[in-house]
């Protein structure tokens, strides 16, 4: 099977010489999804969206489904339900059903527009190393792929309208890097008609009106190069009310000056005569991310709904934003997400921690000035005021496609400097704390695992281990985590050391540990990254709380009494800690009163601190949490 999105849409079952794209057009659209997301869960709301936009009918997940058993039944796609996610490389193309969505399985050199992208990359590093003639052919093969606008015989909702002006875009700009290698290759006699052309189709694109004046000027047509100078001055100020660019401006007045230096065209065998790229060009797109730790369990519908929220879309850029409690697994499920989004956005992926290792907070300044040197710049171009560093990032991040990955955001104050401003850009913040992001367009809790899962995380990670031969061993492991997955993975890295141990012997260690003041799980290291950031007041309210002897619940009455306030300042005290995912509510009583208990984190340091004389770490001592 094979589907051509680059023009009229077309789809070649096995062995069929013909197109059989379907005919019906909600069809169509579902089928155009799924190709252009190709080996990716697409949330079953997505493909709502598109279809029905804002207003879908009451019938539309029942519709929906019968759409997609006539795509499987056409193309012999059929998948087992609740089979999950799939490879790329796992067999033939299948359409699979997967936790809320669906996934087409389909080798990626079977999908036109990925075949296209990658070529289109290679072509850019070719230019970029003065390789004009390579980047020339690369960047040929890659416009021969297309036959029109992209899906333009589909009709797009809101989904497929963002991806085919995404793609319109990058055609664009192959198009340009296609004509830039020709000039620099001298071949500006070849060119002069298209760009002509182009020019009077696009009089307010200053780059092709740039390429027109430097290849009439080359020809010896200085006054035509300056006639088009004035035209599309004309154009820029009567259609956007603006002036042209300082580029466009600086070429015109070389070209006034006849200035020589215009008139040299890097050959192939002469890279070294390039001209320079501007400040601001990306001579790589960065990838900054962290690899992922390992196999993601149990989150994928979590995983589906980001990826498909990080999809850039016509109405602007996506920000979205993941919570949760200290160790349920928010930076891994970020960094997972951003790998599985990383082609919606081909100018790079930045990440930035806002927490140093001794939960510090990082200076904003310093997360800046890592993006910019990822995008390109030198020390030397790097302003030190903070606010400079900020617009400057603004700037350099307009016209671009890239994802920001920020962990450990404490304060939505932070995001003002450190968010892209280019509408094609990106932005997923993961934070231990609920934080409220007014640009946010998507937000993600994060809750503890179900045992089934817990379980499987456990066996995945030691599977040739001893201990997977007993269950109830396993499971009782499984139990002192509290569906928390980082203390999952402490356990299982102890395990690993330990291959002869049973499930016995490493409940003793966790026990024993816990009451010598020791962190086995890792969990009192997480919490002190959530603490750093409290006021000292609800440091030292959490100290007293958690030291004290008596019920997992608590009310507001009975927070006052142990922190000797007032019942008003005592929820208010609990409130910052639910605020922190050290405490959560349950339900309300009939005066409107919540009561509160300790989230999982909490749960696993007051299970373990067995009967130590004093709480663990020293937690509980009012003093120590105000230091």
């Not at 169509?28 to 697409?42: D, G, P």
Request: hydrophobic share 40%.
């Amino acid at each position: 099977m094979r589907v051509n999105l680059l023009g009229p849409f077309e789809v070649y079952a096995a062995g069929e010489p013909d197109s059989s794209a379907p005919a019906a057009q909600k069809v169509r659209q579902i089928l155009a999804v799924l190709a252009l997301n190709a080996n990716r869960v697409v949330p079953s709301g997505r493909l709502v969206e598109e279809l029905w936009a804002d207003n879908p009918p009451a019938s539309a997940g029942t519709a929906l489904q019968t759409y997609v058993y006539q795509i499987r039944k056409r193309f012999g796609l059929g998948s087992p339900r609740g089979g999950g996610p799939v490879r790329a490389d796992a067999g033939r193309p299948a359409l699979s059903t997967v936790d809320g969505g669906y996934q087409l399985r389909l080798p990626e050199e079977h999908v036109d527009a990925f075949r296209f992208e990658p070529l289109v990359r290679r072509a850019r590093k070719e230019f970029q190393d003065g390789q004009y003639l390579r980047a020339r052919d690369s960047v040929a093969t890659a416009l021969a792929l297309w036959r029109d606008a992209a899906l333009v015989d589909v009709r797009k909702g809101p989904v497929l309208e963002s991806e085919a002006l995404r793609l319109n875009e990058l055609y664009s700009g192959a198009r340009d890097l296609r004509i830039h290698a020709d000039l620099n290759l001298g071949r500006h006699h070849e060119v002069l008609s298209e760009l002509t052309a182009l020019a009077t189709r696009e009089p307010t694109n200053e780059n092709t009106q740039r390429q027109l004046m430097l290849a009439l000027y080359r020809t010896d047509r200085r006054a035509d190069a300056l006639r088009v100078y004035q035209s599309a001055r004309e154009s820029i100020a009567d259609e956007l009310g603006l002036d042209p660019s300082p580029e466009l401006q600086a070429l015109h007045t070389a070209i006034l000056n006849s200035d020589e230096s215009l008139l040299h065209a890097a050959g192939p065998a002469a890279p070294q005569a390039a001209r320079p790229a501007p400040a601001a060009a990306v001579v790589q797109a960065p990838s900054h991310l962290p690899p992922p730790q390992g196999h993601l369990v149990g989150r994928r519908g979590q995983l589906a709904r980001l990826s498909g929220a990080l999809t850039p879309r016509a109405a602007g850029r996506p920000v979205v934003v993941v919570h949760g409690p200290p160790g349920s697994g928010k930076s891994e499920l970020c960094l997972h997400a951003a790998e599985q989004a990383g082609r919606h956005y081909p100018d790079g992926r930045l990440f930035g921690r806002l927490l140093d290792a001794e939960n510090r907070p990082v200076d904003r300044a310093t997360v800046l000035r890592s993006f910019l040197r990822g995008l390109g710049a030198t020390d030397g171009q790097l302003p030190s005021d903070v606010t400079d560093l900020g617009l400057m990032f603004r700037t350099w991040t307009a016209d671009r496609r890239l994802l920001v990955v920020l962990d450990d955001v404490t304060d939505p104050a932070d995001l003002a400097l450190l968010l892209p401003s280019g509408k094609g850009c990106g932005a997923l913040i993961g934070s231990r704390r609920r934080l409220f992001v007014p640009s946010a367009t998507e937000e993600v809790e994060l809750d503890r695992l179900p045992m089934d899962d817990c379980v499987r995380i456990l066996t995945a990670a030691v599977a040739d281990h001893r201990i997977t031969m007993e269950p109830d061993g396993v499971r009782r492991l499984a139990g002192l985590c509290h569906g928390l997955p980082g203390a999952l993975l402490a356990i299982a890295a102890k395990l690993r050391l330990r291959p002869h141990w049973a499930a016995r012997q490493a409940i003793g260690w966790i026990t024993e540990s816990a009451k010598a003041h020791e962190d086995p799980l890792g969990t009192r290291a997480r919490l002190d990254r959530s603490l750093a950031r409290l006021p000292a007041d609800v440091r030292s309210a959490f100290g007293t709380l958690f030291s004290a002897a008596g019920p997992d619940r608590l009310s507001p009455a009975a927070a006052a009494a142990l922190l000797g306030t007032g019942e008003h300042r005592a929820e208010t005290l609990l409130e910052e800690l639910v605020e922190a995912y050290l405490l959560r509510p349950s339900a309300a009583s009939p005066d409107g009163r919540f009561s509160y208990t300790w989230e999982p984190a909490m749960e696993v340091l007051r299970t373990h601190r067995g009967a130590a004389p004093e709480p663990v770490g020293g937690l509980g001592h009012p003093q120590a949490m105000a230091a």
